[in-house]
């Protein structure tokens, strides 16, 4: 929780919209690149994918699947969110700064084989990520960009807190004046 | 026609008999011990466990598991009959033996003696540390369910029971049930009955095995009901399940809704730990075998000792009587201690005998 508190801390200095923010914006982009993320002690890797849909210059709605697997002894698990919600960014520029609360679901999905014993198991909950990022502008469609949140999951009636950290690339989509 | 039907028989019989390379190997024996062994812990690499009943002191061992051989890292003072065994975060090694808590530092260049860290926990058995440093212990054969929490300075406090089998009452010899295993206890068969035929084979156990998941919440292995108990604990190490549902028991009794599972393949469940990946490892001393429960409480047994066919017994290994289970990675080993009931009857057969030269032996599986 104290992660998330932060998160959202910094998310919300940051990313406090200024009046002569008005830039050229793009009127959607996607993103898809390397994620890690810790599971209690244990770090997991894999893939992010977002989309963005921007309804003013400063704020967006975004959608955001991620896939992190870890193998533990004779289990292998993976990870996958669905998330979605709002995206602020306060400025355009070569240097975009952003920040996110998404809300959804995450499923956890193992799988253990052991001698002849062969077990899945998947395990849905509720869950949220705050955080925030930045985009670094290439050329007019693509940037590189690299966010970190905290993945607030609730299992079994506990909230659990890990951090998540991307990094890819974004490709931008039409104009919005 | 007659070359596509030799074809398909030779297809046939290769694909009926040649091993896949999803074939496990079953579980072999690591080492042997000369005397009689339950604890088993590891160090991440090495394997400990303690031999009973010596002479003289216990010795400590250490096993290394890629060259297994017995070196002796330690002393517990005789007399001794050591159970449960179990390191701390310090790396300092604990073991329970009859009412009290030994505790060392390992060393094979100077083997030292254990030093009592806690008495006054009768019948100690099966230890875990919870995060905050306290070790919790059960009351093992004596039955009444008691689990007890130690400081760090060896202070102890019971923190709760696990309801006995049977209560005792102004009814005598008590109320409840005696579940019994057989052998030692016989039953008399006749065409409309199997009533018992004495009192042998008594199995009181219920708070044996300890073990603490990563939330932070303990599991009990109840070897008499065949269950395992989750005690949910608080942010700050405190009982957070519900007790005190039924006053027939003692102040502090867990209520019946913190079993997690209770199965028949957990019939004379002992020592338990968990994996990296939250299942949770079950040495089933009566059944010669070994059981994983998952995290959503799925019970599935992963190897029981085949029957012999001739005999129709289960008693010829590789498992005799497995105590307490390690797992390291994708191996999983345990150690037996070779009982003399119910799957291990008579524990005169398989690798290790009440007569030695080898009492006990740690076994090993490794997934490939």
């Known amino acids: 929780m104290r992660q998330a508190a932060v998160a959202l801390g910094l998310a919300f200095v940051v990313c406090t919209p200024f009046p002569s923010a008005a830039q050229e914006s793009a009127r959607a982009e996607a993103f898809g690149g390397y994620a890690f993320a810790r599971d209690d002690d244990r770090n997991m890797h894999g893939w992010n994918g977002a989309v963005t849909f921007y309804v003013r210059k400063w704020l967006g709605v975004s959608a955001d699947v991620s896939g992190d697997y870890v193998t533990l002894g004779a289990t292998d698990r993976a990870r996958f969110a669905v998330l979605g919600g709002p995206r602020v960014a306060p400025w355009r520029g070569r240097f975009t700064p952003f920040a996110y609360a998404l809300a959804g679901a995450f499923h956890t999905r193992s799988r253990l084989e052991f001698l002849s014993v062969s077990v899945r198991e998947g395990e849905t909950d509720p869950g949220a990520a705050l955080g925030g990022g930045v985009d670094i502008r290439l050329s007019g469609r693509w940037a590189a960009e690299a966010k970190v949140d905290a993945a607030l999951i609730r299992s079994r009636g506990r909230t659990e807190s890990n951090p998540r950290l991307s990094a890819g690339v974004v490709l931008r989509f039409g104009r919005l004046e | ?368």
């Open chain 2, 1 to 368: 026609m007659r070359w596509t039907a030799i074809a398909f028989s030779a297809a046939l019989a290769l694909l009926t008999t040649t091993p896949t390379s999803a074939q496990q190997s079953p579980f072999s024996t690591l080492i042997t011990t000369p005397l009689s062994i339950e604890g088993l812990t590891t160090d991440g690499s090495n394997l400990y466990t303690i031999g009973r009943g010596a002479d003289g002191p216990c010795p400590v061992w250490q096993i290394n598991l890629g060259a297994p051989s017995l070196v002796v890292v330690g002393l517990i003072p005789n007399p001794c009959s050591p159970s449960g065994v179990v390191f701390n975060s310090s790396r300092q090694l604990f073991t329970a033996d009859g009412e009290r808590i030994y505790t060392l530092t390992p060393s094979a260049a100077s083997p030292p003696t254990a030093t009592v860290f806690a008495s006054g926990v009768p019948g100690t058995n099966g230890i875990a540390f919870d995060r905050s440093g306290n070790a919790w212990t059960g009351d093992g054969t004596t039955g009444q369910g008691r689990v007890w929490r130690i400081d760090r300075q060896g202070s102890v406090t019971e923190v709760f029971r696990v309801p006995p089998i049977a209560i005792e009452t102004t009814v005598a010899g008590g109320i409840g049930r005696d579940v019994r295993t057989l052998p030692p206890g016989t039953v008399t068969v006749t065409p409309t009955t199997r009533n018992a035929a004495d009192t042998a084979g008594s199995q009181p156990l219920v708070a044996n095995g300890l073990a603490f998941d990563r939330r932070g919440d303990l599991f009990i292995a109840d070897t008499a009901r065949g269950a395992i108990w989750r005690v949910e604990m608080d942010n700050r190490g405190n009982v957070a399940s519900h007790t005190g549902c039924d006053d027939a028991y003692a102040p502090g009794t867990l209520c019946l809704e913190n079993i997690f599972v209770a199965h028949p393949l957990l019939e004379g469940v002992d020592g338990i730990v968990f994996d990296d990946a939250g299942n949770l490892w079950c040495s089933v001393n009566e059944r010669n075998a070994i059981v994983v429960v998952t995290p959503a409480g799925r019970v599935i047994e992963v190897f029981r000792n085949p029957r012999d066919r001739t005999t129709g017994l289960r008693n010829a290994g590789p498992l005799e009587t497995p105590t307490s289970p390690v797992v390291i990675g994708k191996t999983i080993c345990t150690a037996n201690s070779d009982g003399n009931r119910r799957d291990n009857f008579p524990n005169t057969a398989g690798e290790i005998t009440p007569a030695g030269p080898a009492r006990g032996k740690i076994s090993c599986a490794r997934q490939r």
